[in-house]
């Protein structure tokens, strides 16, 4: 599609266009066109509406102001990206993570001295910016483009580790939280499975509990994305910016490496005839495997 002309911009800008005077429409227009432009240039990879960024950036003006003045003082190319990535797509989510990585360098250096994993703050951060929280649309629609993207990022971050160093007392408890959901992907509502948990449930609960702790970051946000937070694969993988059958496959890759290193664990702490663990095993498996299909079922 070829780029809309600058007046096309501005007149897709406002309700009334031809209320306006020529000259500021067309000095509207040149700006929008020009933010355009080089957002494109910074960013090859994104798919910008023309029409679709005209209104997204008049959404945001102060309408009590001349409207080039306005215009002119928002941060344009900023804009554009934050459209891109309200799309949700994987070149625009790189781009933004590429724009604001020395931003959240900063903000979220040193917090593990505090308990707190960076790494699992920067997920906590996209998913908050980029997937909908019912019928709110993604934070990133809420960026008016009146300063730049860092400093809007920076704020969101920092409101963000605050709130993570505040929680860090209650940590223990909501750690056992997340733990009991996660442990229910072991339970498929068999009887004789819920029996055999409750009969071993402190050697199982210790030995999933290390096991989890023993998972690489990325597992472990995988896990608390998916069961806690109730993410599904698609959305996944626009956090991650790969393809949806990569996060799948990550997924079940780290479902199976929680499995395995709970059997060894379990192995070492019940110390029961072999057959026995085996069917023990075996049950979890089996239940695991039926709640993960589940999960990684978007339908």
């Not at 990206?81 to 781009?95: K, V, Y």
């Not at 005839?273 to 999960?295: G, H």
Request: glycine share 6%; hydrophobic share 45%.
């Amino acid at each position: 599609m070829p780029a809309a002309s600058p007046e096309t911009l501005a007149r897709h800008l406002v309700d009334d266009p031809d209320a306006l005077a020529p000259e500021t429409l067309a000095r509207t227009g040149d700006a929008l066109a020009a933010g355009l432009a080089e957002a494109r240039a910074r960013w090859p990879g994104l798919r910008l509406d023309d029409h679709e960024f005209a209104a997204f950036v008049g959404a945001r003006v102060d309408r009590t102001r001349p409207l080039d003045e306005v215009v002119d003082e928002l941060h344009l190319v900023d804009l554009a990206l934050a459209l891109a990535c309200l799309h949700g797509e994987g070149p625009a989510i790189l781009a933004f993570e590429s724009a604001v990585r020395g931003t959240l360098r900063e903000v979220f250096g040193g917090v593990t001295s505090r308990g707190v994993d960076p790494e699992d703050l920067k997920q906590r951060l996209l998913q908050r910016l980029f997937v909908a929280d019912g019928e709110r649309p993604p934070r990133i629609a809420d960026y008016t483009g009146r300063g730049p993207l860092r400093a809007w990022v920076k704020v969101a971050a920092t409101r963000l580790r605050i709130d993570a160093e505040r929680k860090r007392g209650d940590k223990a408890q909501a750690l056992a939280t997340d733990d009991d959901r996660l442990m229910a992907l072991a339970d498929g509502g068999d009887a004789e499975l819920t029996f055999l948990k409750a009969q071993y449930r402190s050697e199982f609960k210790r030995a999933f509990q290390e096991a989890l702790a023993a998972l690489g970051p990325r597992e472990r946000n995988l896990l608390r994305l998916t069961v806690v937070e109730g993410i599904s694969a698609t959305k996944i993988a626009q956090l991650f910016s790969v393809h949806r059958a990569t996060a799948k496959r990550w997924l079940v890759s780290a479902r199976a490496e929680l499995l395995e290193g709970t059997r060894g664990r379990l192995i070492a702490a019940l110390r029961v005839d072999p057959d026995e663990l085996e069917s023990i095993i075996r049950m979890i498996q089996s239940n695991l495997e039926v709640s993960m299909t589940r999960i990684l079922d978007d339908e």
